[in-house]
Each structure stands twice: as C-alpha cells, then as structure tokens.
C-alpha cells in the first residue's frame, strides 16, 4: 500500500522555537494533505486539510498563525509549530489522500511525530 | 454533520477468546466506514473498510467487520485474540456526501488480550 512518512519522528525544543515538521506521501501524489493532533488516550482531532498550492483549511479553534501549513508539492506538506509552547506538546500526525480519479481514493496515514516542548 | 461513537474505552479479552469492538455511526447518506489500529507511538495503520457490498468484510491481520445498517454500527470482530492484537482501535466514517469527504473517528477502544 501507500506510504506516508514524517519527520522527524519526535523532537523537544524549548519553549519560544519554532519546529517544522515534513509529511511526505513516498510512491504516490497526494492532492490533499490533513495534519491532526492527538492528545495522550485520545482520538485524533483533525487540525487542517491542505489542498497543494492552495491555502489550508484550519478547523475551529486551531490557530492559523501559530500552526503554519505548507502543501508546496504533491507529495510534501509542512506543518511548522510557530513559537511553541508547552501546551503544544503532542503527538502529530498527517495523512495523505490518493487523488480523487484513483479507485483506491484511500488516506494513509504517517507515523507521527512527538513533539515536546520545555 | 457525521459522528462515530466506540461506546467501550477499554475491551479486555482473554488470548485465543473472540473480541469485538464496537462502533455505531451517524452520516447523512451511505457510508464509508473504516477500522484503524495504533500502536504505541505510531501512527495509524488501516485495518479494513466497508464501501458497498458484502456486509461482512475481511480485513487484515483476521479481522472482520460487519456493518449493519438498521443498527448504524460496523463492530470489528476476530474469532481468536492475540496478545499482539492489544492495541487502540478507531473507528472512522467517511460521507460520500461530505463535499470535504473527511474522515471523522470514534475516540477510540483500547483492546488488551491477556495470555
């Protein structure tokens, strides 16, 4: 199947840094990107969709400014934690969707990354 | 709007019982459902999905899933637990009439087989 990869798979910064994490579809272009947060014993709360070269679409609540979202290519999406602080803490993880001519039409999911800050 | 609900948080089974992990879903028009698992400090990894067809479908690792429209609910389901099974389980819904076509996801089963 699909793979999508995420880097890094954790990382811990200090508080008041900026952190940027990649989401990358490997064998296959992904029109639509989709970055969620999960909390420890919690679901997956979707954050925003990234359509490639267009701007994301943030769900309510998330801050636009401080989680900036890059889709530049079809197989690349950024989401770059601004001015991180504690409460930010998580575990981040993206999807990829296939485009919509596929049959498959699946969305796979990275690995995730561990963001802690201090 | 489309909702998932995993009325259980935590399923504990005993290694070669039967487990099922439930989930009923609310969706305007037919449904695409989905079953994942998680590992610890992991991302999701699919397990099956119903689209049209056959109610009961057969996914990987000897998992199934039946989905039952009159009850809204697609439980997973395996005939014999494994120790390497206990892991979070979600369960997601895709509306075919969702213009975002997005997944939504259940919060979650922590299934635990005991040997």
Redesign the interface.
């Known amino acids: 199947?699909a793979v999508?990869s995420?880097h890094p798979s954790w990382v811990i910064c200090k508080s008041g840094t900026s952190v940027k994490i990649e989401c990358r579809s490997l064998d296959f272009q992904a029109t639509t990107m989709?970055w969620y947060r999960q909390f420890p014993?919690?679901?997956?709360m979707?954050m925003a969709?990234s359509n490639e070269g267009s701007k994301a679409?943030y769900e309510q609540g998330v801050e636009k400014d401080k989680f900036l979202i890059n889709h530049a290519s079809l197989t690349l999406s950024t989401l770059t934690v601004t001015s991180a602080h504690p409460e930010d803490s998580s575990?981040y993880?993206c999807?990829a969707?296939t485009p919509?001519f596929l049959a498959a039409y699946?969305?796979?999911?990275?690995?995730?990354t561990?963001l802690t800050v201090t | 709007a489309q909702s998932v609900a995993q009325p259980e948080d935590q399923v504990n089974v005993a290694e070669g019982n039967p487990l099922t992990v439930k989930c009923t879903y609310s969706v305007s028009g037919n449904p695409y459902l989905f079953w994942y698992v998680q590992y610890p400090n992991r991302g999701l990894q699919f397990l099956l999905k119903y689209i049209t067809g056959d109610n009961l479908v057969k996914g990987s690792y000897g998992f199934e899933a039946e989905f039952n429209k009159s009850q809204t609910s697609f439980h997973l389901k395996k005939p014999s637990a494994l120790v390497s099974d206990s892991a979070l389980y979600f369960c997601a819904v895709r509306g075919v009439n969702n213009a975002g076509n997005m997944l939504t996801f259940g919060g979650g089963t922590r299934l635990m087989v005991k040997p």
């Open positions: 199947g999508v995420q989709f014993k919690q679901s997956l979707l969709t679409t575990f993880i999807s969707r919509p699946e969305q796979y999911f990275g690995p995730g561990r």
